[in-house]
């Protein structure tokens, strides 16, 4: 492909359009809007939170949407005004609301201290009280943002805080600590592995407590002047994260790329069920929600299954039925907090997936004109409990439950000769059980593990790509088994949580099990749904390492995956098995001892069995419902 060039005049005639119309945002905010920036807004330990105040130009009591975040949303940078803070005020503005946006502890004019997924849970509640007491305030508020701008709104929303009045957390996973038997601790484990999403934000957004700092006492005016010419945003030299994920031992991995490491020195170093966890401000299922919530996740996000999850547990088990009774969800085909980017036609990884797009701004105002207004509007009576977006058939459906109504559990066991290596192989996925164990055995190095490609990813750089590729490059390799169906007879969906079962060995005290749920098309194209991983010594629970003797069969129960898929007439449904899955995951070096501080690691001979005894399987949520394949 030639490469081409923009005339000169082209990008002078684009430069002054787009200016133009930044201008034109920041113009029409100042005609209809109150602008109150730097207010340095103080918590119960005299610490001051940096927010932004945007409301409109009346006298009556508006309601407020609350925006807290780690991110930076300084209206100037490098001398330049930014609109995108400035955008989502007018919006707010324009539909009679106040738009409040406030950083963190610690982060850019905020004073004191940052700290990941610990940050106080009386800095919102703080927030919240000083908020409600504004003369221009209806006292009701609502909280609204994705990933880490979500993360903090479910421990909060535990606190009960008369005004949180609604929230619409969007991407959240980040903020979960356990849900059940889902353990992840804010996407920092997935069956006791680490995921090492964090391993790379960290670098690119910890602040440093030697940072240049704003002299104690400052003016709001002079915050107001300053922040004209400085945004206090670390620049952190670009790093090669795919490269940087790859050095032993883990722990040193930010030490070793000069990045600051002092949070994620003590978090590497916590096991799943480490009491810290619960010391923070993440949310875990001992605490109860309050807040009506309208929740947004997505299929190819780092946390689907727990943000899931969540959502059942609070429509389960919350103690007043009106909270109960008032818990919305959407489930996108797309990447982490890429929900307006969906098109007519969506590429996720590379798989088209149809028109995804949907009104999601216009449901969130109907849904916080609801609770913070007192609209009598139709969101209730227009908008189902569940919208999910079914790929495939490539369609938006509707449920009052997840997974949806009519779902039965199909199981679908492991078959072969010992002979499951590579795509061609004879592993196949049967209704009926295997009778004689015919393991399937591989060897699993963990110098050269198996490549992450594609998945449910968020924040690795370059490290991974997200979303839906063709795994038949992949399926080459001896260290990945390989279980297909059948041709499909007829086409069949598939939406819900997907259940796994693993009979396994290995001559190593402890590995890992991976699985990965594969759309195969009849041109042979595979592609990925969803992966889980457990690490085997966490198969008798996270509270307890019970490492494995050699050749002696083990049960694991793998954390379930999640998605909604149409398996059209004609494709197959595969899985692939392996030990690693990296640097989706970090790599077990299959030593038993603590993996984050080994340089060193040791081959492991796996092996998955299957027979009338060791009933190796895969639980698939079918929906019953007519073909929708074209005839």
Known sequence: MKKRNIPLILILFILPVVSRAQENVLEELEKIAIIDQKIMMPMRDGIRLATDIYRPKTDEKVPIIFSRTPYNFNSWGDGKQKTRTARRALEAVKRGYAYVVQNERGRYFSEGEWDILGVPLTD??????????????????????????????????????????????????????????????????????????????????????????????????????????????????????????????????????????????????????????????????????????????????????????????????????????????????????????????????????????????????????????????????????????????????????????????KTFYLKSNGNANRSLSDGKLSATKANSDHADGFTYNPMKPVPSYGGNVCCTGNAVKGGAFDQQEMEQRDDILVYTTDILEEGIEVSGFIESTLYVSSDAKDTDFTIKLIDVYPDGRAYNLDETIHRARYREGYDQEVFMEKDEVYKIDLTPMSTSNYFKKGHRIRIEISSSNFPRFARNLNTGGNNYDEKEGIIAHNKVHHSSAYTSQIRLPIVAKKSLDKK
């Open 124 to 409: 919102g509640y703080d927030a919240f009280s000083w908020m409600k007491d504004q003369s221009w305030s209806n006292g009701k508020i609502g909280t609204v943002g994705c990933s880490s701008t979500a993360e903090w709104q479910m421990a909060v929303a535990a606190l009960d805080h008369p005004s949180h009045a609604a929230m619409v957390p969007q991407g959240y996973g980040a903020g979960i600590g356990r849900v059940g038997s889902i353990n992840e601790q804010g996407n920092w484990y997935r069956g006791g592995v680490e995921q090492m999403l964090f391993f790379s934000w960290l670098y690119g957004v910890e602040h440093d407590k030697f940072k240049p700092r704003i002299p104690a006492g400052a003016t709001q005016e002079d915050l107001i002047r300053i922040s004209r010419f400085y945004d206090l945003a670390p620049e952190n030299p670009p790093v090669d994260m795919s490269e940087a994920l790859k050095h032993l031992p883990i722990q040193d991995i930010l030490k070793n790329i000069n990045g600051k490491h002092e949070i994620f020195d003590k978090m590497i170093r916590r096991k799943p069920n480490d009491s810290a966890w619960f010391q923070g401000g993440i949310y875990h299922d001992d605490m109860e929600i309050g807040v009506p919530s309208f929740w947004f996740t997505s299929w190819y996000d780092v946390s689907i299954t727990p943000n899931l999850a969540l959502f059942n547990h609070v429509r389960n088990n919350s103690k007043d039925p009106n909270i109960r009774e008032n818990q919305y969800l959407i489930i996108a085909p797309t990447l982490h907090c890429a929900y307006n980017r969906a098109t007519k036609n969506t590429i996720v990884g590379e798989r088209n997936i149809g028109d995804a797009r949907l009104n999601y701004d216009e449901q969130i105002y109907d849904w916080l004109d609801l609770w913070l207004k007192g609209v009598k509007n139709e969101f209730k009576t227009k908008t189902p409990r569940v919208q999910y977006y079914t790929m495939g058939s490539n369609t938006w459906q509707a449920s009052e439950t997840w997974p949806p109504e009519g779902v039965e559990m």
